[in-house]
């Protein structure tokens, strides 16, 4: 069901599927605990393309899931249940609570909802903009930062709207590790309104600038190594892949590149991700052309 990594930061080979169909060996859901309090998991690409992380944080009163994964099954449920129970072995403490949460509402990062909705001790936070004003307590969204506390442990969300209108970051003051969707993240960043996500890097750089961040922690990897080239989408093995983690010097990268290209449609590559400002024919064709010629190859190799 899960498989556990060494204990400790985030030097860590995340699972990133099997090169042959008939030897697949990743478990569906990779654990890797980077710190007592901090959980970080991958699911399995052999379960689904998209190989979305999901984070567990844990706090003396309640821990924070955020996003379920791009499956409607209960493996990810599973888990979580099993994290809980071994955090609480050592932190014992009565009705302890579940708050699941998303960074965002697209289907890759809300498919395993429903495993929790019935869940004991637990709250299922609603993927719409109001949803989230309404749990988290915005006044003046997108731009308000607001405080939620897991107990002894504060977090601090702004929302960051371009990629998908309920997008958020969170900032965990604990650790220092800045969350963040797929707003940021070492891959293809899809963009419907870009003078939104413009004016959301420029909030976002400053609202981490003002802070202690250690990591940059975004939901997928979809880069290879190699500057400026991904793997296409819908690939199931990624063998070459950078580091999960982005720096500040990079969210800033990211930053001025959005400003840079904000007047202009269409696909814009860098060495550690990739814009599309817009979703328009000019987007999507290149995308699918090259996302069918990748399947039919490696459908090829991997018999």
């Known amino acids: 069901m899960s498989n556990e990594s060494s204990e400790g930061g985030l030097d860590v080979r995340w699972i990133h599927g099997s090169a042959s169909r008939r030897h697949r060996t990743d478990p569906a859901w990779q654990v890797h605990r980077y710190d007592d309090d901090t ?30 994964g791009a499956t409607h099954d209960d493996q990810l449920g599973r888990t979580v249940d099993g994290l ?12 302890y609570e579940l708050v699941v949460a998303h960074t965002h509402a697209h289907g890759d990062h809300i498919a395993g909802d429903a495993s929790f909705a019935d869940r004991a001790d637990t709250v299922v936070v609603g993927t719409s903009t109001a949803d989230v004003e309404e749990f ?21 969300l702004i929302g960051i709207p371009g990629h998908e209108v309920a997008s958020i970051a969170v900032h965990d003051e604990r650790t220092g590790l800045l969350f963040t969707g797929d707003s940021v993240y070492p891959g293809r960043i899809y963009v419907r309104d870009f003078q939104a996500y ?22 997928h990897i979809e880069m290879t190594t190699r500057p400026g080239r991904d793997y296409y989408l819908g690939c199931r093995y990624q063998p070459e892949e950078p580091a999960l983690q982005m720096t500040m010097r990079q969210l800033r990268a990211m ?34 052309a090259r996302a069918l010629v990748g399947r039919v190859v490696d459908g090829v190799r991997r018999r």
């Open 84 to 95: 809980i129970a071994d955090w609480l072995d050592d932190h014992p403490a009565e009705d």
């Open 136 to 156: 988290f307590g915005f006044t003046e969204w997108p731009q308000q930062v607001v405080d939620y506390d897991l107990g002894r442990r504060r977090l601090q």
């Open 39 to 68: 959980v970080i998991l991958r699911q399995s690409k052999d379960a689904n393309f998209e190989a979305p992380f999901t984070f567990l944080l844990f706090g003396v009163e309640r821990a924070l899931l955020l996003d379920t």
């Open 198 to 219: 413009v004016d959301s890097m420029n909030r976002l750089v400053e609202f981490a600038e003002s802070r202690t961040v250690t990591h940059v922690l975004g939901c």
């Open 255 to 288: 930053r001025d590149a959005a400003v840079s290209v904000a007047e202009r449609p269409g696909v814009h590559r860098f060495d550690d991700f990739i814009l599309y400002n817009g979703m328009g024919l000019r987007a999507q064709l290149p995308v699918a």
